[in-house]
């Protein structure tokens, strides 16, 4: 497709479950973020990669949160024994140009992660 | 520290008039700024941006303004129509990172 996909949509999980959510950039960027939507609050950032490696993680809130990108394109954000307040939208963007000032970060549709 | 806000969380206008949204940021050595729009399922998209070195940008139907003596952010919306209505962020650009607004809902009567 032409923009960001993001897999799945929603979620539902029991507090204490794992899950992992799934992120596909446009073909062809490098840079690669995840952030967090609260309800009514704007997007928070989580973790920033660049091509394979995670160049900034300090948006993390704890070490139950991981995310992957092996071979630099499709990440996966993982979340361990989730927690009530887990639940939120969690956004993927991705950017053509890092580090680039005025680079567009485009973002997916979120997948909506209910933790019950 | 960084941190961006805003100060009208909803706004009711009539459709054909125009809209204001404005948006405070406390990073004094932020040099980027965007303007995102939100519709309910969807991620944020773009609408404009403007860099530190200007006051004012100007894009189809939208203007951003930037004061950065009260460290201020708006965007105007000119003949807002119903498909304008969303929730809108400002962010800043923080090295590799936005940092977002909490967003102000923006409703178009008819």
């Known amino acids: 497709g032409a923009g960001v996909s993001q897999t799945p949509s929603n979620k539902v999980t029991e507090k204490g479950k794992y899950v992992e959510l799934r992120c596909d950039p446009i073909s062809g960027h490098t840079a690669l973020y995840w952030y967090r939507q609260s309800l009514g609050q704007g997007p928070e950032f989580l973790i920033y990669f660049q091509g394979t490696g995670a160049a900034d993680d300090s948006g993390l809130p704890n070490d139950r949160f991981f995310a992957v990108r092996p071979e630099g394109s499709v990440s996966t954000l993982k979340i361990q024994r989730t927690e009530r307040g887990d639940s939120a939208v969690y956004l993927c963007?991705?950017?053509?140009?890092?580090?680039?000032?005025?680079?567009?970060?485009?973002f997916g549709p979120g997948t909506r992660l209910t933790v019950l | 520290g960084e941190s961006v806000g805003l100060h009208l969380p909803t706004l009711s206008v009539q459709e054909g008039d125009n809209s204001i949204i404005n948006c405070a940021y406390s990073?004094?050595?932020?040099?980027?700024f965007i303007w995102y729009k939100q519709e309910s399922g969807k991620g944020p998209q773009f609408i404009i941006d403007i860099r530190s070195n200007m006051d004012k940008r100007q894009g189809q139907r939208v203007t951003v303004l930037l004061n950065k003596t009260v460290k201020h952010l708006s965007l105007q919306i000119a003949a807002t129509q119903p498909g304008d209505s969303a929730v809108y962020f400002c962010a800043e650009q923080y090295g590799n990172k936005l940092v977002f607004g909490a967003g102000t809902i923006l409703r178009v009567k008819s």
């Open positions: 990073n004094s050595a932020s040099d980027y």
């Open positions: 963007a991705s950017s053509a140009s890092p580090g680039h000032p005025t680079d567009e970060q485009f």
